[in-house]
């Protein structure tokens, strides 16, 4: 598994998309199962898999984790830690990324 240092800034090429994987904002509640608060959604207990080499395209900051389905979790996606975004992931010819 490659490792990126999570210090080190991102350059242009490795952004998002290395493999061609383009990342789509999604509405977590359409994702995941849980209770909306004024600005936050949460839900429980939902386990990530790992860590993704994409870092988030909105905040730039944290690396997305792969959340894959499970008990509150209706479809695959990546979630960022640092914004608490949502994103799937597709292939260039649009096929989902994420399938189990
Ligand atoms: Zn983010």
Do not use: W
Not at 5 to 27: F, I
Not at 37 to 53: K, N, P, V
């Amino acid at each position: 598994m490659n490792q990126i240092d999570p210090k080190q800034s991102p350059t242009t090429e490795q952004r998002y998309q290395p493999a061609g994987l383009y990342l789509v904002q999604l509405d977590p509640q359409s994702v995941v199962d849980g209770v909306r608060y004024d600005d936050t959604y949460l839900a429980d207990e939902i386990r990530t898999c790992g860590t993704m080499r994409e870092t988030c395209p909105v905040c730039g900051d944290g690396h997305l984790q792969l959340v894959l389905r499970q008990k509150s979790v209706r479809i695959p996606h990546l979630f960022c830690l640092e914004c608490t975004r949502c994103f799937g992931a597709f292939l260039e010819d649009g096929t989902p990324a994420l399938i189990e």
